[in-house]
């Protein structure tokens, strides 16, 4: 075979591989994975309600004496602080306090305190404690005690004002979704509540 | 080395140059076909992701410091996802950060597919409008489209002529629309007008525009009013949640009648705040005296308590609960009118005396006639009145007594039995009483204000305030209508005394406010303090209650509350260096501290406490 020819062959053969380099020939890339976190939305998912009042010892036959708790879902929330803003009915119920809840755990703060008897109101907050994390699930977060001089059933309620508000680690709005009142019948046992 | 060097000679050897090359021909052939068809496929995703896989929706906006290709991650419209699209691959590019252009398609592997859809960034085109006020010009696809706006859209024609827009047209046929004013306008022909509360409309008989009401009772103004049947906006009427009846009248436990409803069948009363009226729903503020009992219409008068001098309990009509009906116990004085003794004539019981003829010039109270002397006229003497009311005064043999307001009652005078009587009526909250630019006391509180002096004061809590100035900064809210309000100067500088208990004052004049409930909010720095007052008057001086400024308003919303002691638990120990400082109150540096801590729980106590002082909570 003339050298002529072969070197054309050569040659060929050459632009050949050239082309099917050029064909294969896939770019390189970044190797880490894509760390995309799809946006969530922060909403609001915590609810406040009343448990079943608990008829207490009484000192008096006169008197009957009632625990309430206030109970609380935070759904995702991460809940820090809560404030209760509640109305009753001064004409009905007295001797009222509220104290903590085991929700917070044992290192929650009242930050704050006021009970009115004269107009039924009470202004309350409870934290947990300034090193603490936001709690997630439900529990008793406040329990309402008072008294009843009915003597014959009545039915009486304890409203949630809108002040009411709940807060949340992360969140710089209140996260409180919903709440229900809570409607009792006094001077029978037991009280049995139910939604309003 | 040797299957080379074996190899060379099999092809460089004369004899087997046949064999050699259809070898290499087969080679050459098969190459050639193999790039045509890699050079297809490559060819076909290319025009694959450019034709049909321009997305125009929103993309996801990140760093996305990926792979080219990684199986699932991104949904069909281009956003993060758990599963992805198919388990294919979706191709993106390392540092890649919004959306791609088109030019900067980034190939995928060999075999791998680009997913149907792809993110390539907004589309662009170059779409100049069609001239069609009803048409909106965008690009979509990379193409310019016209489409055609909402049905209703305001337009005008080639002719200036107003009209709306239908089926991407502007169709003035709709003349007699009226334009952004209510008032009357003869040409019916502007834009159409329309607000929540009321519809524009032509009379076409006289080319007058009116507003037709619509929605009474529905919510305007972004939610902070209610329709009114007039077709204007006003504040939100209330009414009791289902299951409550409205108030009658007094609530108890001392609180407003805004927040007490009568809860059916349990007992008398209970506070729940009401909530705007449904379509279906009488306010039930408007439930006054006036317009509820069936008194005022029989001839009597509802009177608080009791009938006043001069009138007896009577049945035959009910008022509201607190009022009796009430009517006079004798017979109305009679009162002459037109018919007066000055021109000759008086008025006579019955029928006209000796001496006298009726006469149709003069007018006289039921049961008496006009009479006129038929020769020389006797004389009569004049009928005195010892009781007179002009505007808001009274005068009687007693002297002069003016009508006034006292909280939300309205306090007016009128002649009963020839002495003024006072009477009383309670205005709704959101319409208190005020005294109108004419003098006169009535629920409303809408009449605007010219000159309004407030004296005003200041204490402070666990702050060292010891300048002989401080300036403060106001914010006005409007109780009925809970809006901050203008009128209120930014700025005003208190001034330091030497009284117990008012550490700092200063007057304030504030201008064009209507006659109404209002909070104000004192600011210094991350001190807040706050105080109600009512305007019932169109001027004068009112003394704003004393309040305090205290520490915790951290995020600066004008309120104390839990929000804030959120802010203060992240900067719980943190240097105040950094963005804690506002939380550092008494300014000793380091770190937030106890004593930060308990100087926020006293500013929260002592914002609430003033609070229900001032009955804002």
Redesign the interface.
Same mark, same amino acid.
């Given at each position: 075979?003339p050298k002529r020819?072969?070197f054309l062959?050569f040659a060929?053969?050459l632009i050949?591989f050239v082309? %099917?380099l050029?064909?294969?020939y896939?770019?390189q890339?970044? &190797? #880490? /994975?894509? /760390?995309?976190?799809?946006?969530k939305k922060l909403t609001a998912q915590t609810t406040l309600s009343f448990g079943i009042p608990v008829t207490a010892t009484s000192a008096s036959v006169l008197t009957t004496n009632y625990s309430l708790p206030v109970e609380i879902l935070t759904g995702g929330n991460k809940v #820090?602080?809560?404030?209760l803003?509640l109305?009753y *009915?001064?004409?009905?119920l007295t001797n009222v306090a509220v104290i903590p809840g085991p929700f917070f755990g044992t290192t929650s703060d009242v930050?704050?305190n006021?009970i *009115?008897a004269?107009?039924?109101?009470i202004?309350y907050?409870l934290?947990?404690g %300034? #090193?603490a994390q936001g709690v997630i699930g439900k529990g008793t977060v406040a329990t309402v005690t008072f008294s009843s001089k009915v003597k014959t059933p @009545?039915? #009486? /309620?304890i409203?949630f004002?809108? &002040?009411t508000?709940?807060?949340?680690?992360g969140i710089? @709005?209140?996260v409180l979704k919903q709440t229900t009142n809570g409607l009792f019948m006094l001077g029978e046992k037991p009280s049995t509540p139910s939604a309003? | 080395m040797g299957f080379i060097k074996r190899a060379f000679g099999f092809i460089s050897n004369p004899s087997q140059s046949r064999t050699t090359g259809i070898v290499a021909m087969l080679i050459l052939i098969f190459a050639v076909f193999l790039t045509v068809v890699i050079a297809q496929q490559k060819q076909t995703i290319k025009q694959s992701a450019a034709a049909n896989s321009i997305f125009t929706g929103a993309c996801y906006v990140g760093n996305l410091s990926s792979d080219a290709c990684t199986v699932g991650g991104f949904d069909s419209n281009c956003n993060a996802s758990a599963s992805g699209v198919d388990g294919n691959t979706c191709c993106r590019n390392s540092g890649f950060s919004g959306c791609r252009a088109a030019s900067s398609v980034r190939e995928c592997g060999f075999f791998m597919v680009v997913p149907q859809i792809e993110c390539y960034g907004a589309p662009s085109c170059t779409c100049p409008t069609d001239g069609n006020e009803c048409t909106t010009d965008a690009c979509v696809n990379n193409a310019c489209t016209h489409t055609n706006k909402s049905d209703g859209t305001a337009c005008t024609d080639s002719a200036w002529n107003s009209g709306t827009c239908k089926n991407g047209a502007c169709d003035t046929t709709t003349r007699g629309e009226c334009g952004s004013s209510v008032n009357p306008d003869l040409d019916c022909w502007k834009t159409p007008y329309a607000t929540d509360c009321s519809t524009g409309k032509c009379n076409t008989t006289n080319r007058t525009c009116y507003a037709e009401p619509k929605n009474v009772n529905g919510s305007c103004n972004n939610g902070s009013g209610q329709c009114k049947s007039d077709g204007t906006c006003g504040s939100v009427s209330l009414c009791c949640p289902a299951g409550y009846d409205t108030n009658f009248g007094s609530c108890p436990f001392g609180v407003t009648s805004t927040e007490c409803c009568k809860w059916n069948g349990f007992f008398n009363y209970t506070i729940v705040s009401k909530i705007p009226c449904g379509s279906n729903q009488t306010p039930a503020t408007t439930r006054t005296v006036t317009t509820t009992d069936t008194c005022t219409p029989s001839g009597g008068t509802c009177m608080s308590g009791s009938c006043g001098s001069g009138y007896t309990p009577t049945t035959s009509g009910t008022c509201a609960s607190g009022y009796v009906c009430c009517k006079q116990s004798t017979a109305p004085i009679t009162i002459t009118y037109t018919c007066t003794n000055t021109s000759g004539q008086s008025c006579m019981s019955g029928s006209c005396g000796s001496g006298y003829t009726p006469t149709t010039s003069g007018t006289c109270a039921s049961g008496t006639v006009c009479c006129k002397a038929s020769t020389n006229p006797p004389v009569v003497p004049p009928v005195t009145t010892t009781c007179s009311v002009s505007g808001n005064t009274c005068t009687d043999s007693s002297g002069s007594k003016s009508g006034s307001c006292s909280e939300n009652n309205v306090n007016s005078y009128s002649c009963v039995n020839s002495i003024c009587q006072s009477s009383t009526t309670t205005c709704p909250t959101e319409q208190p009483c005020a005294i109108s630019s004419s003098g006169i006391p009535a629920c409303g509180g809408s009449t605007s204000t010219t000159n309004i002096a407030l004296v005003s004061a200041l204490n402070a809590r666990d702050t060292s305030l010891t300048s002989d100035t401080l300036p403060i900064n106001l914010i006005l809210y409007n109780l009925t209508t809970n809006n901050q309000v203008a009128g209120a100067p930014a700025t005003v500088t208190f001034n330091k005394t030497s009284i117990p208990g008012r550490l700092y004052s200063a007057n304030v004049v504030l201008t064009n406010l209507t006659q109404n409930k209002y909070f104000i909010v004192f600011r210094k720095d991350n001190m807040i303090a706050q105080s109600v007052f009512t305007i019932s008057s169109s001027s004068g001086t009112f003394t704003v209650p004393t309040t305090t400024l205290v520490f915790g308003d951290l995020n600066n919303d004008n309120a104390i509350d839990p929000l804030d002691w959120n802010i203060f638990k992240s900067c719980w120990k943190q240097p105040t260096t950094t963005s804690c400082s506002s939380s550092d109150f008494d300014n000793s540096g380091g770190s937030i501290d106890q004593v930060d801590y308990n100087t926020f729980l006293r500013g929260y106590s002592t914002w609430y406490e003033e609070g229900k002082t001032n009955s804002v909570f």
């Amino acid at each position: 075979m003339p050298k002529r020819t072969l070197f054309l062959i050569f040659a060929l053969l050459l632009i050949t591989f050239v082309l %099917l380099l050029v064909a294969f020939y896939q770019p390189q890339t970044s &190797k #880490t /994975a894509p /760390a995309v976190t799809a946006p969530k939305k922060l909403t609001a998912q915590t609810t406040l309600s009343f448990g079943i009042p608990v008829t207490a010892t009484s000192a008096s036959v006169l008197t009957t004496n009632y625990s309430l708790p206030v109970e609380i879902l935070t759904g995702g929330n991460k809940v #820090t602080a809560v404030q209760l803003e509640l109305q009753y *009915d001064p004409e009905v119920l007295t001797n009222v306090a509220v104290i903590p809840g085991p929700f917070f755990g044992t290192t929650s703060d009242v930050l704050l305190n006021q009970i *009115d008897a004269e107009t039924g109101r009470i202004s309350y907050a409870l934290s947990v404690g %300034l #090193t603490a994390q936001g709690v997630i699930g439900k529990g008793t977060v406040a329990t309402v005690t008072f008294s009843s001089k009915v003597k014959t059933p @009545e039915k #009486t /309620a304890i409203l949630f004002l809108p &002040k009411t508000l709940v807060t949340a680690s992360g969140i710089n @709005e209140s996260v409180l979704k919903q709440t229900t009142n809570g409607l009792f019948m006094l001077g029978e046992k037991p009280s049995t509540p139910s939604a309003q | 080395m040797g299957f080379i060097k074996r190899a060379f000679g099999f092809i460089s050897n004369p004899s087997q140059s046949r064999t050699t090359g259809i070898v290499a021909m087969l080679i050459l052939i098969f190459a050639v076909f193999l790039t045509v068809v890699i050079a297809q496929q490559k060819q076909t995703i290319k025009q694959s992701a450019a034709a049909n896989s321009i997305f125009t929706g929103a993309c996801y906006v990140g760093n996305l410091s990926s792979d080219a290709c990684t199986v699932g991650g991104f949904d069909s419209n281009c956003n993060a996802s758990a599963s992805g699209v198919d388990g294919n691959t979706c191709c993106r590019n390392s540092g890649f950060s919004g959306c791609r252009a088109a030019s900067s398609v980034r190939e995928c592997g060999f075999f791998m597919v680009v997913p149907q859809i792809e993110c390539y960034g907004a589309p662009s085109c170059t779409c100049p409008t069609d001239g069609n006020e009803c048409t909106t010009d965008a690009c979509v696809n990379n193409a310019c489209t016209h489409t055609n706006k909402s049905d209703g859209t305001a337009c005008t024609d080639s002719a200036w002529n107003s009209g709306t827009c239908k089926n991407g047209a502007c169709d003035t046929t709709t003349r007699g629309e009226c334009g952004s004013s209510v008032n009357p306008d003869l040409d019916c022909w502007k834009t159409p007008y329309a607000t929540d509360c009321s519809t524009g409309k032509c009379n076409t008989t006289n080319r007058t525009c009116y507003a037709e009401p619509k929605n009474v009772n529905g919510s305007c103004n972004n939610g902070s009013g209610q329709c009114k049947s007039d077709g204007t906006c006003g504040s939100v009427s209330l009414c009791c949640p289902a299951g409550y009846d409205t108030n009658f009248g007094s609530c108890p436990f001392g609180v407003t009648s805004t927040e007490c409803c009568k809860w059916n069948g349990f007992f008398n009363y209970t506070i729940v705040s009401k909530i705007p009226c449904g379509s279906n729903q009488t306010p039930a503020t408007t439930r006054t005296v006036t317009t509820t009992d069936t008194c005022t219409p029989s001839g009597g008068t509802c009177m608080s308590g009791s009938c006043g001098s001069g009138y007896t309990p009577t049945t035959s009509g009910t008022c509201a609960s607190g009022y009796v009906c009430c009517k006079q116990s004798t017979a109305p004085i009679t009162i002459t009118y037109t018919c007066t003794n000055t021109s000759g004539q008086s008025c006579m019981s019955g029928s006209c005396g000796s001496g006298y003829t009726p006469t149709t010039s003069g007018t006289c109270a039921s049961g008496t006639v006009c009479c006129k002397a038929s020769t020389n006229p006797p004389v009569v003497p004049p009928v005195t009145t010892t009781c007179s009311v002009s505007g808001n005064t009274c005068t009687d043999s007693s002297g002069s007594k003016s009508g006034s307001c006292s909280e939300n009652n309205v306090n007016s005078y009128s002649c009963v039995n020839s002495i003024c009587q006072s009477s009383t009526t309670t205005c709704p909250t959101e319409q208190p009483c005020a005294i109108s630019s004419s003098g006169i006391p009535a629920c409303g509180g809408s009449t605007s204000t010219t000159n309004i002096a407030l004296v005003s004061a200041l204490n402070a809590r666990d702050t060292s305030l010891t300048s002989d100035t401080l300036p403060i900064n106001l914010i006005l809210y409007n109780l009925t209508t809970n809006n901050q309000v203008a009128g209120a100067p930014a700025t005003v500088t208190f001034n330091k005394t030497s009284i117990p208990g008012r550490l700092y004052s200063a007057n304030v004049v504030l201008t064009n406010l209507t006659q109404n409930k209002y909070f104000i909010v004192f600011r210094k720095d991350n001190m807040i303090a706050q105080s109600v007052f009512t305007i019932s008057s169109s001027s004068g001086t009112f003394t704003v209650p004393t309040t305090t400024l205290v520490f915790g308003d951290l995020n600066n919303d004008n309120a104390i509350d839990p929000l804030d002691w959120n802010i203060f638990k992240s900067c719980w120990k943190q240097p105040t260096t950094t963005s804690c400082s506002s939380s550092d109150f008494d300014n000793s540096g380091g770190s937030i501290d106890q004593v930060d801590y308990n100087t926020f729980l006293r500013g929260y106590s002592t914002w609430y406490e003033e609070g229900k002082t001032n009955s804002v909570f």
